[in-house]
């Protein structure tokens, strides 16, 4: 039996912000029960609105994180094969060998089916499996069942969750996947907006450093070849840093130095090409 309950709504959460049509798109989604497929450059909130989702409507938050090797049988369920042949020939085990089905372990998926309550189903960066895994996997999660094969078993959703794929747009996505899902590409943020983000998480901040920060921030951005350019995560690690440093006047950094570079650039070629762009230039 599948539960299909619609009658939940998605208003955001204590520490994610939301626009309107961000939270209209998931709504959507729920009520036609389709996955909703988000791309974005990293550490625009993609990951973060499935948690943000699981909090408000107060449900478990399943993560399927999608490797290029996997198999979609592994998102599904494991046979464990060793364990039972181990059990076998020492007999020192619970569990009865000849059952099949007492070393059958669900993978994310099949947790997802066979929870006793709606869960928020978050499937990881689907771009970095092939196209075959992306294809066979929606099928699953449009009919709602999948097979065992060893045990000759149908697995049934019982509540069917709230489904959030997420992707970097590494690989294009079939046809066939984007036609099956709801779209929507988050921006990154706007000063205006990532000022809003700050306050969530720093409500005591100084205005002075809070707009010196996330000005130099933007600026940092702008260079050209950067590799893995900061993102909102990096940000927030930024500004905790310079918080703790007795030092620090947000309106005067010192030389125009910008302290603490490395919580900004993890890349070795990024962090040299941002010393030898910003120079001594006073970038707050």
Not at 253 to 277: H, M
Request: with cysteine; glycine share 4%; charged share 30%.
């Amino acid at each position: 039996m599948v539960d299909n309950s619609t009658d939940q709504k998605f208003s955001g959460a204590s520490r994610y912000i939301l626009d309107d049509e961000l939270a209209s798109i998931v709504n959507v989604s729920m009520a036609l029960e389709m996955p909703l497929l988000l791309k974005g450059e990293p550490g625009t909130g993609k990951t973060m609105l499935a948690h943000a989702i699981a909090e408000s409507l107060r449900m478990p938050l399943i993560v399927l994180n999608v490797k290029s090797s996997m198999k979609l049988v592994d998102a599904l369920y494991q046979y464990d094969t060793l364990t039972r042949l181990n059990d076998s020939r020492f007999g020192d085990s619970s569990r009865d060998v000849s059952n099949i089905e007492e070393y059958i372990k669900m993978g994310k998926i099949g947790q997802a089916f066979t929870s006793e309550t709606r869960t928020v189903l978050l499937i990881d960066e689907i771009d970095k499996a092939d196209t075959d895994f992306q294809d066979d996997m929606l099928d699953v999660l449009d009919q709602m069942e999948f097979d065992i094969i060893e045990i000759d078993k149908t697995v049934k959703v019982y509540h069917r969750p709230v489904i959030v794929i997420t992707s970097n747009a590494k690989k294009d996505l079939s046809d066939p996947f984007l036609g099956r899902c709801n779209f929507h590409h988050i921006a990154f943020p706007d000063p205006k907006m990532m000022q809003k983000i700050v306050t969530v998480h720093f409500p005591d901040i100084d205005s002075n450093l809070m707009e010196n920060a996330i000005a130099a921030f933007y600026r940092l951005r702008e260079i050209e070849a950067i590799e893995k350019k900061p993102a909102t995560r990096e940000l927030l690690n930024w500004i905790r840093a310079l918080e703790t440093d007795p030092d620090f006047k947000p309106q005067r950094p010192g030389k125009g130095d910008i302290p603490f570079l490395g919580v900004l650039f993890k890349k070795s070629q990024d962090y040299e090409r941002v010393v030898e762009a910003t120079g001594s230039r006073r970038l707050f």
